[in-house]
């Protein structure tokens, strides 16, 4: 029995489909019926249910996008840092394994020898460098309140895409905005995300952090030339002159632009698709 925390947003409905997929068998409790994020009422749940494993895919992340997280900063804080602190306690109290989605919205740019970050590299866009988003910043102090638990996998997601239109599809925002930034990211298809992490509890991998990225990195100029040539959206994509110009009209807080090294995967036998082809094959069987 599995527990999945989260299963309505976009990345938990993800999990759910995949769990249905692979015939496990799973419970999805609601916060309306089981508040969850109250510490004594999860372990009252948990106790009920004798799950072997959790997930936790709850978190906050802000709607459109996370410029709501300057706004609401204290649910921000909850979701991403206190929340995991709580879920830390309870299952490392009860013996129980489990696994976090978190971020790689913690760095930006590149390691200083040009590659992409590591997992054991400390996050450089957070509260303690000053210079990231409220959400950015909730993130990197839910790793930290995480920082050698026992049975734990901390999951790095993304920028998350697939071929489903939604308002949290990167490529969809890619659709929707007036005005892009050109930036280079490592990002995550969704589905093979939720596969690889899953393949982590299955093949009983070490416990810790993994970077859950496709292989390689992209630029957005790269990705809206790859929609247009799809044919899924004919717009002609416009683009900001630099980042400066980007935060002074469009945003209200720093984004994290990043490349990731996701290595550790693919040496525990992990495999995820090429970051080209993953982009392609989701444009290539797009539901609109």
């Known amino acids: 029995?599995?527990?999945?925390?989260?299963?309505?947003?976009?990345?938990?409905?993800?999990?759910?489909?995949?769990?249905?997929?692979?015939?496990?068998?799973?419970?999805?409790?609601?916060?309306?019926?089981?508040?969850?994020?109250?510490?004594?009422?999860?372990?009252?749940?948990?106790?009920?249910?004798?799950?072997s494993f959790l997930i936790n895919a709850?978190?906050?992340?802000?709607?459109?996008?996370?410029?709501?997280?300057?706004?609401?900063?204290?649910?921000?804080?909850?979701?991403?840092?206190?929340f995991p602190g709580d879920l830390r306690s309870v299952c490392e109290s009860m013996d129980l394994p489990w696994g976090h989605v978190s971020s790689g919205c913690i760095y930006t740019g590149r390691r200083a020898d040009g590659d992409g970050f590591r997992e054991e590299d400390p996050p450089n866009f957070s509260f303690r460098q000053n210079n990231c988003s409220w959400y950015s910043g909730t993130k990197a102090l839910g790793e930290e309140i995480l920082e050698g638990a026992s049975q734990c996998y901390v999951w790095r997601l993304r920028i998350p895409f697939d071929h489903r239109n939604s308002p949290r599809n990167y490529l969809t925002k890619l659709m929707s905005y007036e005005r892009l930034l050109d930036a280079e990211n490592s990002i995550s298809h969704l589905d093979d995300f939720v596969s690889a992490t899953w393949q982590t509890w299955e093949k009983q991998t070490p416990f810790g952090i993994y970077n859950i990225t496709n292989p390689g990195h992209v630029t957005t100029r790269k990705v809206a030339q790859w929609i247009q040539e799809s044919g899924v959206c004919d717009k002609n994509f416009q683009f900001f002159d630099s980042e400066e110009q980007f935060l002074s009209e469009a945003a209200q807080t720093p984004r994290s632009n990043c490349v990731m090294d996701s290595s550790k995967l693919q040496e525990a036998g992990i495999q995820m698709t090429p970051i080209e082809q993953a982009v392609k094959n989701a444009l290539a069987n797009w539901e609109s």
């Open 58 to 82: 709850a978190g906050y992340t802000g709607k459109p996008n996370v410029d709501a997280c300057e706004v609401h900063k204290t649910e921000c804080l909850n979701g991403n840092a206190c």
């Open 1 to 51: 029995m599995v527990v999945l925390l989260g299963s309505t947003g976009y990345v938990g409905k993800t999990y759910a489909r995949h769990l249905l997929e692979q015939g496990v068998d799973f419970v999805s409790p609601s916060r309306a019926q089981t508040d969850y994020t109250c510490p004594s009422t999860l372990r009252q749940y948990l106790e009920r249910v004798s799950p």
